[in-house]
């Protein structure tokens, strides 16, 4: 903790003096250097999509620009990160939008529970007036949302099968530190804990927490199948993301440059949701070697009568019951 504390100081201080410069366009000069975060390591989408963005910004701007990725969570969890971001000690990374909601709230729309049928659904909506007008609640925030990833859905792990509802009845369960996430395990008798998912698997492995929901994903890459082998395919959140840089960065780019960082961010966008969904069966595969075993759930009703009780709490932060409505029956 006190290496990062001194990191993000030392990058503050680095970052401030970097905005005083001219940004830097020639291979004559030595090129900017921006600290961008990742959860994970170089075999990941979550780190991946910065390779490709580095390597189209050094296209597209040549030698103005290097990535510094520092991978594995060693900046922090996403919360962490968020707050390197705002301070603008550290420039770039991804993050869930049930993290960014401790900022913006009425984003926490697009982390309803059983709201969305599909990726496509998602995107549809996040492409639209709503996806628009969160992006402008991040930038007040002093967040540059510049597009929309998906991580995919989130799935119910623990150390026994849990198909119904009421089987969570007293289950001490490790949730997003989120208001929305805890609303909803504990409509279900969950115990909600706020843990960060660098702290998870050990949380499991000690029985501190004995469930947890994920995406398939990132239950593969933190090895959590070793903890929580058991599986629900749930699909009860598909969990947005965006791709984002820090506010003071972005204000210290010039008029030229923003365009470019706009069309690298969004084909890097694209690029990550096709290696999430290639990443989703190849996690799986490795999971189920190492002894996963996966249930659908059962009583259906009663699991969206749970996640209902959140529409009603929310509507009026995300913009009303007519506007969540609107959204589930979407084309």
């Keep these: ?37 990742s959860l994970f390591g170089d075999d990941k989408p979550e780190t991946k999509v910065w390779v490709k963005i580095g ?17 594995n969570g060693a900046l922090g969890g996403e919360k962490e990160v968020a707050e390197g ?19 913006a709230p009425e984003i926490q729309i697009l982390d ?13 909506v996040v492409e639209g007036e709503i996806g628009t007008e969160l992006k402008k609640k991040l930038a007040a925030q002093g967040f540059v949302a510049l597009d929309y990833i998906n991580y995919g859905a989130r799935e ?10 009421e089987q969570l009845k007293g289950v001490r369960m490790r949730v997003i530190q989120s208001r929305l996430h805890t609303k909803l395990w504990s409509s279900f008798g969950a115990i909600p804990i706020g843990i960060p998912i660098t702290e998870t698997y050990n949380a499991l492995q000690t029985g501190v ?57 969004s084909e890097g966008a694209r690029y990550f949701n096709q290696l999430m969904v290639e990443d989703e069966t190849s996690s799986m595969k490795l999971a189920t070697a190492h002894g996963c075993k996966i249930f659908q759930p059962q009583e259906k009703s009663e699991w969206e009568k749970g996640a209902r009780s959140v529409w009603n709490d929310f509507a009026p932060i995300v913009g009303g019951m007519d506007r969540i409505e609107s959204i589930r029956s979407a084309a």
């Excluded at 390597?55 to 990725?69: C, M, S």
């Excluded at 309803?112 to 549809?124: G, S, T």
Aim: aromatic share 10%; glycine share 6%.
């Design 1 to 37: 903790m006190q290496n990062r504390r001194q990191f993000l100081q030392t990058s503050l201080t680095a970052g401030a003096a970097m905005l005083a410069t001219p940004a830097l366009t020639g291979r004559a000069r030595a090129a900017t250097t921006l600290t961008v975060a």
């Design 55 to 71: 390597t189209l910004l050094d296209q597209k701007l040549p030698g103005a620009f290097r990535l510094n990725i520092v991978k």
């Design 85 to 103: 971001i705002k301070l603008g000690s550290i420039q770039a990374s991804l993050a869930t939008t049930s993290i960014l909601s401790g900022w």
């Design 112 to 124: 309803l529970p059983f709201l969305f049928r599909d990726r496509q659904h998602v995107r549809n």
């Design 156 to 165: 119910l792990l623990a150390k026994q099968p849990i198909t119904k509802p």
């Design 209 to 265: 927490a004995g469930a947890m929901d994920l995406t398939k994903s990132a239950y593969a890459g933190f090895k959590l199948y070793e903890v929580v082998p058991d599986m629900t395919e749930t699909n009860h959140i598909w969990a947005s993301g965006v791709l984002y840089f820090s506010q003071m960065f972005w204000n210290g780019l010039t008029d030229a440059q923003k365009p470019v960082f706009q069309e690298v961010a």
